[in-house]
């Protein structure tokens, strides 16, 4: 019973659950029980739909949200690691104009320039062991990921069962 009420208590969402009391009467008393939200099986305890628990706390969880938040964050450390081993391109424009009121200089003139450059070290070692390290953080954080979702199921399994 603890593990549901620490399930419970980690989103005001999960006050909703109340809405997914399923009534085990008959057909007559479920109509007359639609309005209630807080319809119990004959045993007394609630019956609870396992798939919409799981639903609800997928979208809700804080650590599984926690854990995916740090998924993302590492998938984009691992981009701009492996980014350094990419090419660098670098472009730039240029335009000036000078004026001048020596009669004995070259007249007025516009000047424009226009850069291009390319560059791609071959070796960079530290590039190469910065890119492993962020694919080793990334699979890291992806393993973190799936483990919260383990863990939540087992949470929220655990909770379940403990109601029968």
């Not at 530290?126 to 087992?154: D, F």
Request: include cysteine; proline fraction near 4%; charged fraction near 15%.
């Amino acid at each position: 019973m603890r593990c549901l009420a620490r399930f419970l208590h980690h989103a005001r969402h999960y006050l909703l659950l109340a809405a997914l009391f399923a009534p085990s009467h008959s057909a007559s008393e479920a109509q007359a029980a639609a309005p209630a939200v807080d319809t119990v099986s004959i045993t007394g305890t609630p019956s609870f739909n396992l798939l919409t628990l799981y639903d609800l706390a997928l979208e809700e969880d804080a650590e599984l949200k926690a854990a995916r938040a740090e998924r993302e964050s590492a998938r984009q450390i691992m981009v701009e690691k492996q980014a350094a081993l990419l090419p660098l391109v670098q472009a730039s424009v240029s335009r000036f104009q000078n004026t001048t009121t020596d009669p004995y200089s070259i007249p007025n003139y516009t000047g424009k320039g226009l850069s291009l450059s390319l560059s791609q070290p071959l070796i960079n070692f530290s590039s190469w062991a910065n890119a492993t390290y962020g694919r080793q953080l990334n699979t890291q954080a992806e393993l973190k990921y799936l483990s919260a979702q383990q863990n939540l199921i087992l949470r929220v399994v655990d909770g379940y069962f403990e109601l029968l």
